[in-house]
């Protein structure tokens, strides 16, 4: 793991199918709660850089896994418990990237709320014509509805 770039990790970061996320989890949770608790962990939010920084400290600290386990681990960190989304400051990219929506979908939400303004709640962003018929519902952890500045 060490030396792995961060551009390699940011390229691998979306790309744990669905299916794997939770062999993936527990993976996660084999590793890390050998030395600490599970919640120590998952209360902290990072970039993918900053995840592969603890993880490789964890590394240096004794943590066993091959370099492939430590690399799903740094994406399913990252992915899962990530900084979140400043949804009513966010560009088109980081609402795709946080919904996992497409560009010129999160493109409508940023004119809309250019439009008709900040998004106090979840359900105010779910309820916006372009998320329409769009499931969000799991990536509600991600987003932060603080009032834009």
């Known amino acids: 793991m060490k030396g792995t770039s961060s551009c390699l990790l ?18 996660v949770e084999r590793t890390c709660s050998k030395c600490h608790s599970l919640a120590s962990t998952l209360r902290q939010r990072n970039t993918a850089d900053n995840w592969s920084a ?3 400290d964890m590394i240096g600290r004794g943590a066993e896994g091959s370099d492939a ?5 740094v ?11 400043k949804v009513n400051k966010a560009t088109a990219q980081e609402l ?4 996992e929506i497409p560009i010129p979908t999160a493109e409508a939400l940023v004119e ?8 106090k709640s979840f359900e105010d962003l779910k309820s916006a014509p ?12 991600r987003l932060d509805f603080a009032a834009a500045q």
């Open 130 to 141: 372009p998320l329409e018929g769009k499931n969000i519902d799991d990536k509600k952890d």
């Open 112 to 119: 809309y709320r250019a439009t008709h303004g900040s998004f």
């Open 69 to 73: 386990d430590f690399e799903k681990i």
């Open 75 to 85: 994406k399913y960190l990252a992915r899962n418990f990530g900084p979140k989304v």
């Open 54 to 56: 603890i993880v490789d």
């Open 10 to 27: 940011i390229a691998l970061f979306w790309c744990i199918p669905a299916p794997a996320q939770d062999e993936v989890k527990a993976l």
């Open 96 to 99: 795709a990237g946080a919904l």
